[in-house]
């Protein structure tokens, strides 16, 4: 069993930045691929961003356009999601999750496990 903790959401006026942490329990890390997703109120579940075991694949949900980066570090057993130029549509409680392959995925009922969430929220 994998449990993930999620941290560093809160407040922040739009136009900056915040850098999401997930850290996960165990030692295979290295071998998950990783995601992060976000739910707004009233709205589904929505993909953000997914990182291959390497960390050499990535794939982002089309509303990032170049203003988020998700690494891992698998070392720290670590994923991170770095956000700038932050909009206050982005504001929702965002989930990181791990699934038991190496791939990335965009697909979040492919993922086996997920973070307890962290509240993002952008003023404008």
């Known amino acids: 069993q994998v449990q993930l903790t999620d941290s560093g959401g809160g407040l922040v006026q739009a136009g900056g930045s915040l850098r999401l942490s997930c850290t996960a329990s165990g030692d295979t890390f290295s071998n998950y691929g990783l995601g992060w997703f976000r739910q707004a109120p009233g709205k589904e579940r929505e993909f953000v961003a997914t990182?291959?075991?390497?960390?050499?694949?990535?794939y982002y949900g089309d509303f990032v356009k170049g203003r988020f980066t998700i690494a891992r570090d698998n070392f720290k057993n670590t994923l991170y999601l770095q956000m700038n130029s932050l909009k206050p549509e982005d504001t929702a409680v965002y989930y990181c999750?791990?699934?038991?392959?190496?791939?990335?995925?965009?697909?979040?009922?492919?993922?086996?496990?997920w973070g307890q969430g962290i509240q993002v929220t952008v003023s404008s």
């Open positions: 990182i291959n075991w390497s960390g050499g694949t990535v």
């Open positions: 999750a791990i699934r038991e392959s190496v791939d990335a995925s965009t697909t979040s009922s492919s993922y086996d496990y």
